[in-house]
């Protein structure tokens, strides 16, 4: 199991911005594929946006299309999540993990994440 450390949460207005790292101490990033969720109060946990191990397929939740941006950067060990333009419907805890699926045309398909292992997270609070 790889155990995954967020941060970069906070609070902020709406429309604001915010980025959020993820880092595997410890581990290789460029092994896996990487996801990030979030769980808001009395709601599941959803899945926010993937990105593939390597070609840099990518998948995004409709809710967060066009706002937010995944990326991985296997030099640095590292994956962010760029959220622009941030509503308070998107106040959650924020955690990242390793995930499976499928890459192809840039797409990353049926992204779910291999273990039931999550960290602390981070809290992202949008409110004005």
């Known amino acids: 199991q790889v155990q995954l450390v967020e941060s970069g949460g906070g609070p902020v207005q709406p429309g604001g911005s915010l980025r959020l790292s993820c880092a595997a101490p410890?581990?290789?990033?460029?092994?896996?594929?990487v996801g990030w969720f979030r769980q808001a109060p009395g709601k599941a946990r959803e899945v926010v946006s993937c990105?593939?191990?390597?070609?840099?397929?990518?998948s995004y939740a409709d809710s967060v299309k066009g706002r937010f941006t995944i990326s991985k950067d296997n030099a640095k060990n590292t994956a962010t999540l760029q959220m622009n333009n941030l509503k308070p419907e998107d106040t959650a805890i924020y955690y990242c993990?390793?995930?499976?699926?499928?890459?192809?045309?840039?797409?990353?398909?049926?992204?779910?994440?291999?273990?039931?292992?999550w960290g602390q997270g981070t809290q992202v609070t949008v409110s004005s």
């Open positions: 990105i593939s191990r390597t070609d840099g397929g990518r």
């Open positions: 410890g581990d290789t990033l460029e092994d896996y594929a």
């Open positions: 993990a390793t995930v499976r699926g499928t890459s192809r045309g840039g797409n990353f398909y049926l992204c779910e994440a291999r273990g039931n292992d």
